[in-house]
């Protein structure tokens, strides 16, 4: 679903992993909140960067702190 991403919107941000990530963050688990947060990325990826704190300089941190 995610890898698709990029080819359904044109836009090849989509398919980088710290937007994946982001989506992945977001969704937290839920099937719901994962469309919720693709459905997101498609209108602004940027808003997903953010929803899910990785918008800052800061995001590799971040991601190793949730992501390991």
Known sequence: MLAELPHRTG???LGTE???AAIVLLA???M???RD???LSVV???DVLVGASLADE???SRLDRELG
């Open 11 to 13: 836009d090849d941000t």
């Open 44 to 46: 602004d990826w940027r």
């Open 58 to 60: 800061d995001w590799p």
């Open 37 to 39: 947060a693709l459905a």
């Open 28 to 30: 937290d688990g839920d």
């Open 32 to 34: 719901a909140r994962l």
């Open 18 to 20: 710290r937007v994946q």
